[in-house]
């Protein structure tokens, strides 16, 4: 029987780990209903800031649509501490000022338990003081390293996705082995990109290579040409991960400045992310390597489980939309609204969350987690997380374009992408 937690006291990590293990057991059980049991019938609220317009929007469609999902099947396993939930949506128009703006609607005027979904960096940089200061729980599904770094507020969480400096650190040897020792990148000019600026490049001397140039440009550029001149001609590879509505310009672009030869690709997926990889003008691609989160195309060897994820969201074997073969989703990056959602769950059970006064309640309980092992709450794979950094470390891939189609050819381990922690948030008040 799970001990009960008062009120005004605050669960230790061992009590907390405890009711994990207990919450786990109750969604698992047959026909459990819980929406019976609640002693508040008041749905959770949890306010979804969302990139319907601006440079994300993309990737805010799907990211809504994997939310959505999520939420069906939480609600279908009888919600959370038997309470139906509900999501409210708010466009942030993917720009930090009104991000901000945001996380004060969800927090003050819709009155949500919690505010969720924030991708892009810049953004999230820019919403975080108001989540600390209106004492709002933010989960986001970001992949900066703007968390883990210490640099927030111990409001803010990230436990459903890797982050840049994480990714980066896995990719390195395998770039250094198979791809090249002389390596140029290109970024966007923001946060995000400045994480692989900052990370990558340790990284790939450490594996005996050399990043011998970096070419940082606009994320709202509509034109690449005037920088590809600036590729040291004697580069190896080229490092891209571009971002924005212009991704299919930059990678046609590219293709068309160096025709048939040239340097060895190595992207990261964002630089083909709602693209088409078949789309013409990209058959330059074939044979080059991508970093993906999650696969976008179904692998022979993929699990009943990450099937189940897949059909829940409406993709079909190519990562596209059920309802529309052209409409090709952001795989790589949108499990992370499905896992923080589940992660948010099984948080809220632990701490038996009632409302808004239990939210530093809900944090700890989220800092009090540690393994998660793959299955439909978690189908990009098992991942470790680490409470004091509120960063969560997981499995990477790395996929070769060959037919058309992206083919998985290695998956690291966790271990692979782990770095020593830079702060504390656990030490912070609230």
């Given amino acids: 029987m799970s001990k009960l937690i008062l009120p005004n006291s605050l669960p230790t990590r061992r009590e907390a780990l405890k009711l994990l293990g207990a919450g786990a057991a109750l969604t698992a059980a047959p026909g459990f209903v819980r929406y019976a049991q609640a002693q508040n019938s008041a749905p959770i ?72 979904g924030t991708l892009y960096s810049h953004v999230v940089i820019g919403s975080a003081p108001a989540a600390g200061e209106l004492k709002i729980p933010y989960y986001v599904v970001s992949e900066g390293h703007h968390v883990a770094s210490g640099k927030l507020n111990r409001y803010v969480l990230q436990p459903g996705i890797t982050d840049v400096r994480s990714q980066v650190i896995a990719m390195a040897p395998w770039i250094a082995q198979n791809a090249g020792k002389k390596v140029t990148m290109i970024f966007p000019d923001f946060a995000f990109g400045h994480d692989h600026r900052n990370y990558f490049p340790s990284a790939f001397e450490a594996q005996g290579g050399e990043v011998i140039a970096q070419i940082a440009i606009p994320p709202t550029e509509t034109s690449f040409t005037r920088y590809l001149p600036q590729i040291p001609a004697e580069t190896e590879v080229i490092y891209h991960v571009m971002v924005g509505p212009a991704v299919l310009t930059f990678v046609k672009e590219l293709g068309e400045f160096y025709g048939t030869s040239g340097p060895k690709l190595f992207g990261y997926i ?19 390597h991508f970093w993906e989160g999650m696969p976008r195309y179904a692998q022979a060897d993929m699990p009943d489980y990450e099937k189940d994820y897949r059909t829940a969201v409406g993709l079909d074997d190519n990562g596209a939309s059920i309802h529309d073969k052209g409409d090709i989703s952001t795989a790589g990056h949108m499990f992370g609204c499905w896992e923080t959602l589940f992660i948010i769950k099984r948080a809220m059970e632990a701490s038996g969350y009632r409302g808004i006064e239990d ?72």
């Avoid at 990477?396 to 702060?423: C, F, K, M, W």
């Fill in 45 to 116: 609220r949890i306010g979804f800031q969302a990139h319907r317009t601006g440079i994300g929007a993309p990737y805010g469609r799907w990211y809504e649509r994997t939310t959505m999902a999520a939420v069906k099947k939480i609600n279908e396993m009888g919600g959370i501490n038997g309470r139906e939930v509900q999501i409210v949506t708010e466009d942030d128009g993917t720009d930090p000022r009104r991000g901000a703006e945001v996380v004060a609607k969800l927090a003050s005027q819709h009155k949500c338990d919690i505010a969720f």
């Fill in 270 to 288: 964002d630089s083909l992310e709602a693209i088409d990889i078949n789309s013409p003008g990209l058959e330059f691609l074939d044979g080059s």
């Fill in 359 to 430: 939210r530093a309640k809900l944090i700890e309980a989220t800092e009090a987690m540690t393994d998660f092992e793959a299955g439909l709450e978690h189908p990009q794979g098992k991942k470790r997380f680490i409470g004091k950094i509120h960063q969560v470390f997981g499995e990477q891939n790395i996929s070769r374009v060959e037919g058309g189609r992206l083919h998985v050819v290695h998956r690291t381990a966790i271990e692979d992408g782990l770095y020593e922690p830079e702060g504390d948030y656990t030490m912070q008040t609230f």
